[in-house]
């Protein structure tokens, strides 16, 4: 495994390779990301990595000081996973001084976590616009945890020619449900007792929906119900949105919906979502 640290570095070294899959992260990698990798892997057969905490995807007061970080621990997971290149940049070689571009996808970046993180997508897609161009991956492959920035990503590639294929692999949970995440690593015990209040929240839509519901606004008081139920929990939203625009539905239809939330559970802003229909 490769491990480079410069753009230069990691073109010459990607030279090497024909076809490649690409998993890009921001590090604290656990076993929703190990997923994407072998995956990467097996379908490429050659997968590159890249770590890198993005600054320009949090706001300002965000916690990216405080994003837990672990450097050696990633690379030896990685390796595990027989990932041959590994892209470690720092900010000053993503972002030299006089930088100031920016990429924005409109429609779907716009509700949900877009309206609560002014800015957060056009970062992400600014970003990974980057590391395509860096990478040049055949496919790349992101979580369904983050359903919206798979879709702002989607949209990035086939508004602008982006020759890349995007894959959407299944969000990885815990025993309890709970979504893989760098930041359940901000929760104390409690908390994280608390946090399996977001799987129960969806699934619970989920059941009336396939029991039959398909008003929008029964499936969401549900999973609201449950969310009150847990004292720690502090709902920024639960959304019924159509699957492909994110916009609200008042009515499930033929296209299916994406339930998704956002909850505070203490130090960590925990989202989560499933696709029915
Ligand atoms: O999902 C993430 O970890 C980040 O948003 C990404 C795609 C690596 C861009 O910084």
């Known amino acids: 495994m490769q491990v480079l640290k410069t753009k230069a570095a990691f073109r010459a070294a990607r030279a090497g390779f024909g076809d490649l899959g690409f998993a890009p992260t921001m590090g604290f990698l656990h076993e929703g990301h190990l997923s994407l990798m072998r995956r990467a892997k097996t379908e490429n057969g050659a997968a590159a990595a890249s770590i890198f905490v993005n600054p320009t995807q949090f706001a300002p007061g965000a916690d990216f000081d405080r994003y837990p970080r672990a450097l050696e621990r990633d690379l030896a997971m990685l390796e595990g996973a027989g990932i041959d290149l590994v892209f470690t940049p720092d900010a000053a070689e993503m972002y030299p001084d006089g930088f ?43 979580g369904q945890k983050d359903a919206q920035q798979a879709a702002v990503i989607n949209k990035l590639v086939r508004d602008l020619d982006i020759p890349v294929q995007i894959v959407i692999a299944d ?79 008042d009515a499930v239809g033929p296209q299916g919906a994406l339930i998704s939330l956002a909850v505070q559970i203490g130090p960590a802003r925990l989202i989560d979502n499933l696709l029915v229909g």
């Open 171 to 249: 969000t990885v949970r815990e025993a309890d449900g709970l979504a893989m995440s760098s930041r359940n690593s901000y929760l104390d015990p409690a908390h994280r007792q608390a946090a399996s209040v977001l799987y129960r929240a969806i699934t619970a839509a989920k059941a009336l929906f396939e029991a039959g519901e398909r008003d929008a606004a029964i499936l969401r008081a549900a999973a609201l119900r449950i969310l009150a139920s847990e004292p720690l929990a502090q709902t920024d939203y639960v959304s019924i949105a159509d699957p492909h625009t994110l916009r609200e539905l």
């Open 100 to 142: 100031d571009a920016s990429i924005h996808i409109g429609g779907v970046s716009e509700g949900l976590e877009g309206a609560a993180r002014p800015s957060h997508f056009d970062g992400v897609a600014t970003v990974v616009s980057k590391l395509f161009n860096i990478v040049q991956p055949t496919r790349a492959y992101f």
